[in-house]
């Protein structure tokens, strides 16, 4: 009997720690430096994955992060490959009717990118230009509702390092891309020597939504209250902004 009542105990105390540390299958899309990303060993990190795993270490969860394609990252949460999109998703109305959304995380801008000594005065200024898009993206939305209507040519790609491949090889006179991947993932570096930030910073909400948020699905209320604390918490106690400083030069988590 007593072999009995053990077992019983041991068991529960298993399915405790089980519940306590079981994994959360987050999704991510490794092509937006700097805010995902691969090390040359191939292991994902940036902003939003190093976010992710200090929101797991806050609600006593491992994190297992899964790659997904931009443009399938909702079907994919639908399907129940994965638990949560942790991949700079901005919130927006559109999302909101497939998907649920914890708070923002961050809210940067984005911004119009061509080739030095355009003359860019607005949309219409690069009419018949060729301008590469995240397909899926706000950035694409934008683009589709501002610029394909004046005239200027729109490009989806699947991933936004394609879209720099092909700035880079003379296919593209530009794209429209958050302003810090931008940055780190494209005029930082040798190959955006020749491109430049034009215009206003874009915060239309029409477009862009109210900032980057974590995606579930509908109906996850419990974890979607234990990750809105979490984002509370890190906020609170220095931990978003040692991951935010080492990115970043100001503070992501913005308007």
Known sequence: MKKVLLAVALGSICALSFAQGKDLKVAIDPTYEPFTFKTADGKPTGFDVDIAN??????????????????????????????????????????????????????TPSRVV?????????????????????KGSTQEKYAMGELKTVGVEVIPYEAQDQVYLDIKAGRLDGTV?????VTGGFLSKPEGKDYQLVGPELYIEKYFGIGAGIGLRKGETAL????????????????????????????VYGK
Do not use: H
Not at 58 to 65: A, D, L, M, T, Y
Not at 177 to 181: K, S
């Open 224 to 251: 979607k209250t234990e990750l809105n604390g979490a984002i509370k918490a890190i906020r609170a106690n220095g931990v978003y902004k040692k991951i935010n400083d080492k990115y970043f030069k100001f503070d």
């Open 177 to 181: 891309a958050d302003f810090v991947e």
């Open 114 to 134: 061509v080739k030095k000594g355009v003359n860019y005065t607005g949309p219409a200024s690069i009419k018949g230009k060729k301008i590469g898009v995240l």
């Open 54 to 107: 200090a929101l797991c270490e806050q609600i006593k969860r491992k994190c297992v992060f899964v790659e997904q394609v931009w443009d399938s990252m909702i079907p994919g949460l639908q399907a129940k490959k994965y638990d949560v999109i942790i991949s700079s998703m901005s919130i927006t109305e559109d999302r909101l009717k497939a998907i649920d959304f914890t708070d923002k995380y961050y809210n």
